[in-house]
């Protein structure tokens, strides 16, 4: 009886030592060298990037080489792809026109069509909110490029028009998410049209400059070109990629994604360092949504935002916002811990076939050891087998969600945590 009770103390003790909330307690950001070490080793890449910033302080450190045989560190003026990290410069153009008043979320792709030009329907007409949150019905591309094309060429702007006049939207419009590259091009195409401008000078007017990231393009010179990350393989050319400018053409460097992380942190000190209020606002729950798919490579979504995804319920003190890309020879994530007002980004290009440890995941690594630099335990691993869920009550917070269709107003909903899983890089 004795042992049974000291038994079941310790279970108590134990059980109150698990419920205690974590507290944050930041670690110095040269800590982080050592997470670059774990994700560069584990990672099997020819070289990596990574940049972490919080408040006024900034770490960089570049790792492996940067290209095969270089015998070159990686250095902050090393230019990479961002692949699908473009998504959310688009956004943050979206977010900005919303704001001045310029588009509305729910504005119609259709107004914003080329001259003659039809945009499908599926019950619903497709608005810029379902582009920007992947709940457009429309497939993640428009078919396979034609042989030999470059990186992120393709489709160009009259291509992925003509094909839309004949597509079949998967689902209704807002009841589904799928992750659609070709959506966000069609989405920079509106926010041009509704500027009166080309959709890379409107990036340029409204982010880019304001940002100083002067070296953040989609024509990259014959010098930047020399200063590309390379793979263990050819991936092609480096050329102008304005094809895929919403969607995942852009190029930069760590020295402009300093700059970049600082403003999604709020950590800025320039007139240009603030977004606007919404930007980072979960839109949608995906407990509302019939299916998802695409969303989850770096963790089972709890929000979808514009352009975003969001790990964990918003009150959670490991609440992340995070955006994955990968393409072209390269892995790119970028990560934000709105508690601890610390940013992440890192790019990774591929290494020998087989070099990638097995059941290793970038995006899930970086998250962990986004985590860990403000004291914090890593997220849970989702169970391989997927059980019945059970609802958790949250405080009810302020979301914006679609109900009723095309009337957008704010009410208090309850936001489940998301965990993370292994998953293959998009």
Known sequence: MRLLSASLLLLSLSSAFAQTPPVITLHELKDAEALGAELYNDSGSTGLVLVVVRGN????????????????????????????????????????LAADGKVHLDDTLQKYAPQGAVVPENG???????????????????????????HFTYPDYETRWHWLADAELKYAPGTQALYSNVGFDLLSDALAEAAHTSYATLLETRTLKPLQMWETTYYPSLEQCARLMQSARNEGPCTITESTEGSSGLYSTPADIVKWLHYLAGTGTSAASAQPADAHAVYLLPSTLTRQYGLDHAGKPSGIGLGWMHLGANEDISHIIEKTGGGAGFTTYIAIHPASHTALFVAATDGPPHAWQKGFNLFRA????????????????????????????????LVRVKQPRRTKRLVPVTQQSGTARTASVH
């Open 57 to 96: 302080q900034v770490f960089f450190h570049g790792y492996g080489e940067t290209a095969p045989g270089s015998h070159m560190v990686p250095t902050e003026d090393s230019v990479v792809r961002l692949c699908s990290l473009t998504k959310i410069f688009t956004a943050d153009v979206l977010a900005k």
């Open 124 to 150: 619903t007409p497709i608005t810029l909110e379902d582009l920007a949150t992947h709940t457009s019905g429309l497939t993640r591309e428009i078919g396979t490029a034609p042989r030999k094309t470059p």
């Open 366 to 397: 970086s998250n962990n050891g986004l985590l860990a630099l403000a004291g914090l335990p890593p997220l849970p691993d989702e169970p391989r087998r997927r059980a019945a869920s059970r609802r958790i009550a949250r405080t009810p917070r």
